[in-house]
């Protein structure tokens, strides 16, 4: 290396050094785009747009909640913000399936989560229940485990996405049992054919399956999650029988790859700040959604690359596959 050379080296990167504090102290200064790559109105929608408020107070600047609804979150929200310019001005609303799941299911896929995107952190976790028509001779996971066991074919379970159908194969591995997953478009079309009989098991959000629960309903078998709902905490979690299980829905905030990590920290400790204001986690609670967030980008990046491993192993056990 020639003494110019390593002069100019030397002198970037005391350059980077000098500026990376400033990338932060001017940051933002205008306005920030987070992509929600979900239509108006459902819980993802709800959480981007309280959450993009508060943000954007304490940032001083406005958060612009951009929805752009596609199938598996993946052309309009994920691919475009893998494309954005790494500036901290554009975000992703980054759900388990963008992340960890899409890369496994589709042949195809034009983007890769584990390149194009910068973490930041999680700020959710929406828990899913195992549902049960008031009929099932069933109160409790083992009860359903014992019966099915019993009798091979008893239960069939409904479901109406990839996080789910993950989940009921992992159920189905761990417990040993063959039960038939029947998937249906939607969750609405499922909870109909809960309450009607056409099923006796039904996989769903808690936020969808909650008020039937309260209103007796329907039965809640056992909910995805490391602990207890705040919401619900007599009912009981996956991991008190199968410990280690937690294959729910969660939300996270990613950017661009090579945002600058400056940039990046800032974000991390103001969406913290976000989370732990106390109306932003009572209002999200009261929708059935448990506010998250991760210890620090890197905890982040290492919980998503714990969770791609683990839905790879069940989506190529179940053979499950999207074009």
């Known amino acids: 290396m020639t003494s110019t050379l390593c002069r100019l080296i030397c ?185 009607a009989g056409d099923i006796p098991l039904g996989h769903e959000s808690v936020n969808v399956a909650l008020p039937l629960y309260r209103d007796k309903k329907i039965k809640i078998i056992a909910l995805t999650g490391t602990k207890r709902l705040s919401l619900a905490p007599e009912l009981p979690i996956f991991a008190e029988t199968f410990p280690g299980f937690d294959l729910g829905i969660w939300q996270s905030i990613v950017a661009p790859a090579g945002t600058p990590k400056p940039i990046v920290d800032k974000l991390h400790a103001e969406f913290k700040a976000v989370l732990e204001t106390p109306d932003v986690r009572d209002r999200i609670i009261t929708a059935g959604i448990e506010p998250v967030v991760s210890a620090s980008p890197e905890a982040f990046a290492a919980f998503v690359r714990q969770q791609a491993d683990v839905r790879s192993k069940v989506i190529k056990s179940v053979g499950m596959k999207i074009e």
């Not at 500026?19 to 992509?35: D, E, G, K, M, N």
């Not at 239509?39 to 959480?47: T, V």
């Not at 913000?81 to 901290?88: E, I, L, N, S, T």
């Not at 828990?127 to 099932?136: D, I, Q």
């Open 11 to 195: 002198a970037a990167l005391l350059f980077a050094a000098l500026t990376a504090p400033s990338f932060a102290q001017t940051y933002p200064s205008r306005p920030i785009t987070l992509v929600v790559p979900f239509a108006p109105g459902g819980p993802a929608d709800f959480l981007g747009r309280l959450i993009g408020l508060k943000l954007g107070e304490r940032l001083g600047q406005q958060v612009v909640i951009e929805n752009r609804a596609s199938g598996a979150t993946t052309i309009a929200g994920a691919l475009a913000v893998a494309r954005a310019k790494p500036d901290g001005y554009t975000l992703l609303m980054a759900i388990d399936g963008t992340l960890v799941m899409n890369p496994f299911l589709f042949a195809s896929l034009p983007y890769d989560p584990f390149k194009d995107f910068t973490p930041i952190t999680q700020i959710a976790a929406v828990p899913s229940a195992l549902t049960a028509n008031l009929k099932v001779p069933a109160n409790t996971l083992q009860e359903v485990i014992d019966i099915e066991k019993a009798k091979p074919g008893t239960f069939n379970i409904g479901f109406s996405t990839p996080t789910s159908q993950v989940a009921l194969g992992l159920l189905n591995q761990l417990a040993g049992t063959h039960m038939v997953l029947v998937p249906y478009r939607g969750g609405t079309t499922q909870i109909t054919g809960l309450l």
